[in-house]
């Protein structure tokens, strides 16, 4: 009779001692995995720890930029969180997973027709200020003419020379009453003017929005009226990409009203940045 050699290589289910190590190994396992997936997710979760790669997504014709002029400029906004933590915390990438989206809507729109209207009060100002000028001269005529017309008539001996000048006063005061109601007409212009664009003037920053939802991450920028407004939107919504919040420092990136032409982080926007790193 042959023997065969013992198969060290099986579990057998009739060893208690077996089914215990197996059990341990099972349960050491599960819970590295489980230790190794939860670093992993706060690893991706937490800012600062790796770039956020960006991408440039929708950009409608109608702002009058290309894809390379809104890279530059996004790249320019995203720089200034760079060089305040002092390292790289966003980076260009055609597959990177936050979307930078130029979008046109009744916002810009809005911004465009309030560009015109601001056209039409500075030409109005201009005008009103011109009638101005006239109604200044005219008026110091005016009193000249006047106090000429006053002596001649306490003389009384010049009569021709009385209803002359009162002629004279007479059409300078008709002059002057004719500019005043043109420099009331166009001054009423201009403030209703002014009145509509300052309805929709210091609004919160509804200029640009981060949305991070079932969709993934992506900044949808809606108006802007110079390069310079555009980079602060940019910046701003940056942060929030980063989890800052806004800030009371009305001159701040962070501060929740786009009032300011600051481009530079404040202390309150470096330390909110220092918070959301965990940098010292």
């Not at 579990?11 to 819970?31: A, D």
């Not at 995995?33 to 670093?39: K, N, P, S």
């Not at 000249?144 to 005061?173: H, M, P, W």
């Not at 609004?203 to 980079?231: A, H, M, P």
Request: net charge neutral; aromatic share 10%; glycine share 4%.
């Amino acid at each position: 009779m042959v023997e065969h050699p013992l198969d060290v290589g099986r579990v057998t289910g009739s060893s208690p001692v077996s089914r215990t190590m197996f059990r341990r190994i099972f349960s050491t396992l599960f819970f590295i995995l489980i230790l190794a997936g939860t670093g992993i997710y706060f690893y991706n979760q937490q800012p600062c720890l790796n770039p956020i790669g960006f991408k440039i997504g929708i950009i409608d014709n109608r702002f009058g930029l290309s894809q390379a002029e809104f890279k530059q400029i996004s790249i320019q906004a995203e720089e200034i969180w760079n060089k305040d933590a002092g390292k790289p915390l966003f980076k260009y990438d055609p597959k990177g997973a936050l979307t930078v989206n130029l979008i046109y809507d009744s916002r810009q729109a809005n911004a465009d027709k309030n560009a015109g209207i601001i056209s039409t009060i500075n030409e109005t100002t201009q005008s009103a200020d011109a009638v101005r000028t006239q109604f200044l001269a005219l008026e110091l005529n005016y009193k000249q003419s006047l106090a000429d017309y006053n002596a001649l008539l306490a003389e009384r001996q010049d009569f021709n020379a009385i209803e002359s000048k009162r002629l004279e006063v007479n059409a300078l005061a008709e002059q002057i009453n004719a500019l005043v109601k043109k420099y009331n007409y166009l001054v009423n212009i201009a403030n209703t003017n002014i009145n509509t664009v300052n309805q929709s003037a210091g609004k919160e920053f509804e200029e640009g929005e981060y949305v991070y939802d079932q969709n993934g991450k992506r900044i949808n920028i809606y108006e802007f009226k110079t390069r310079s407004e555009l980079i602060r939107v940019l910046a701003h919504e940056f942060g929030h990409a980063l989890n800052m919040d806004h800030n009371k420092n009305p001159k701040s990136i962070m501060y929740y009203l786009n009032q300011s032409s600051n481009e530079i982080p404040t202390a309150e926007d470096t330390q909110a940045l220092k918070a959301v790193c965990r940098m010292k």
